[in-house]
């Protein structure tokens, strides 16, 4: 479920940063408005995931920080296990 006014962990590291949030930012895939798209993740950037399915709005979003020895994306994110954390993805 979605809560107004909730700013997730990557929203709320880009407000404190100065940068801009994109809006609807408690909804992890209103994150695919954000202006740059890359062909592939790397260490940095923002990635998106969706969850049921790729045309629903659940999803999770979190900064890519590299990949584990089986080549999953580690991510740094909140909410992770009802935790900031890096896990794989």
């Known amino acids: 479920m979605k809560r107004a006014g909730v700013v997730p962990f990557v929203g709320g590291v880009l407000a404190q940063s100065g940068l801009p949030i994109v809006q609807g930012a408690a909804a992890a895939r209103s994150?695919?408005?954000l202006?740059?798209?890359?062909?592939?993740?790397?260490?940095?950037?923002?990635?998106?995931?969706?969850?049921?399915t790729p045309q629903g709005w659940s999803g999770h979003?979190?900064?890519v920080v590299g990949r584990d020895a089986n080549g999953n994306l580690m991510v740094l994110g909140g909410n992770q296990g009802d935790m900031v954390s890096i896990k794989p993805f």
């Open 61 to 63: 979003v979190a900064f």
């Open 31 to 33: 994150w695919l408005k």
């Open 35 to 52: 202006p740059t798209k890359l062909a592939s993740p790397v260490v940095g950037c923002i990635v998106i995931f969706w969850r049921g």
